[in-house]
């Protein structure tokens, strides 16, 4: 059974820094799509990042050049380092996990962590 559980989640500062983990188990994060979502009060999912097999990844406009996605496959867990955190980057972070390609590509994603709280405020 596939599980994934984040940790990492903290109230920091403006220009702070965090790193989320996803710690997976039940299959190989290696061979899997994985990706990072927020969700922000009021506002609907957005993807943050995504890492494909080949180790590629993707950002949000609004996260480029702060946060990094990046996966240890010999510890199965995923990471999103973020770094010059603001305001708006206060939401419920998840990972997510997909097999299909397609529906890596097109954000469709099959397995869901509880997520994990970053607030960002002076």
């Known amino acids: 059974q596939v599980q994934l559980v984040e940790s990492g989640g903290d109230s920091v500062q403006p220009g702070g820094s965090l790193r989320l983990s996803c710690a997976a188990s039940g299959y190989s994060a290696s061979r899997y799509c994985m990706g990072w979502f927020r969700r922000a009060p009021g506002k609907e999912r957005e993807r943050v990042a995504r890492?494909?097999?080949?180790?590629?990844?993707t950002y949000a406009d609004s996260v480029k050049g702060r946060f990094t996605i990046s996966q240890d496959n010999a510890k199965n867990t995923l990471y999103l380092q973020m770094n010059s955190l603001k305001p708006e980057d206060t939401a419920i972070y998840y990972c997510?996990?997909?097999?299909?390609?397609?529906?890596?590509?097109?954000?469709?994603?099959?397995?869901w962590g509880q997520g994990t709280q970053v607030t960002v405020s002076s």
């Open positions: 890492i494909y097999r080949d180790g590629s990844t």
């Open positions: 997510a996990a997909e097999s299909g390609s397609w529906a890596c590509a097109v954000g469709l994603f099959t397995y």
